[in-house]
């Protein structure tokens, strides 16, 4: 079974400095999925980035990036020029690329509580 | 266009009542999936069905909870006998299947239940 791992609980950053979230995961599948979703006190789950364990090009969303390390498995989250909006809780999600029930399900780490100081 | 609905928004029940949420998918989303948040288990999948298909139900954690697809659109989770270790945010997400933006989950803003 695929885990995943958050080890920050909580980070602070403050207004337009640079932050990065981390995580690991631990698979013996090749071919995955790994996205990073972020929860707002209105528990709203949004999708911020996603990436495909294949490309070797890290993902980039505006603001948002990721250092994706496959041999590593690691799949970490930078966020630039924090802005106030951007706190929330940020998880880190796998999903397996092969077909068929519960293979579709997301995996989820614990959480990172994000914090943006003005 | 609209986004995965749920409802009710929060619902607040007694022991043993019976309760149920509902979920309206993204239209044109064949695959539909239940998740349990609470804050000691993290967020726990629950139940996953695609189309026609028999449901996958491997993540329900007892008999008490069930849940169906009518017309392979709105879902219904049913939870029997409330305990209060049911006390979560229930989140549903809907996804195309296949391959592109199939894989990615698109998820509602919840259903947080309360067991007294």
């Known amino acids: 079974a695929q885990t995943v791992t958050q080890s920050q609980p909580e980070m602070s950053v403050q207004e337009a400095e640079t932050v990065t979230l981390s995580c690991t995961y631990d698979?013996?599948?090749?071919?995955?999925?790994l996205f990073w979703y972020k929860q707002p006190p209105s528990r709203q789950m949004i999708l911020v980035i996603r990436q495909e364990a294949y490309k070797q090009q890290n993902a980039t969303e505006n603001r948002f990036s990721v250092n994706f390390q496959k041999a590593a498995k690691s799949f970490s989250l930078k966020i630039s020029d924090s802005q106030l909006g951007d706190a929330a809780m940020y998880f880190c999600a796998y999903r397996s690329h092969n077909s068929g029930g519960s293979n579709y399900k997301l995996t989820f780490g614990k959480g990172t509580l994000l914090t943006v100081n003005p | 266009g609209a986004g995965v609905s749920q409802s009710p928004s929060n619902k607040v029940t007694e022991k043993g009542k019976d309760v149920e949420l509902r979920c309206d998918p993204i239209?044109?989303?064949?695959?539909l999936y239940w998740y349990r948040q609470s804050l000691g288990q993290g967020l726990e999948f629950l139940i996953y069905f695609q189309g026609n298909s028999a449901p996958d139900k491997s993540g329900l954690p007892s008999d008490r909870f069930s849940a169906e697809r009518t017309g392979g659109s709105v879902s219904t989770l049913t939870i029997q006998r409330t305990q209060q270790e049911d006390s979560a945010v229930y989140l549903c997400?809907?996804?195309?299947?296949?391959?592109?933006?199939?894989?990615?989950?698109?998820f509602g803003p919840g259903t947080r239940l309360t067991v007294l």
């Open positions: 698979t013996s599948e090749s071919d995955y999925y």
């Open positions: 997400a809907s996804s195309l299947v296949g391959g592109g933006a199939g894989p990615t989950q698109y």
């Open positions: 239209s044109g989303h064949t695959a």
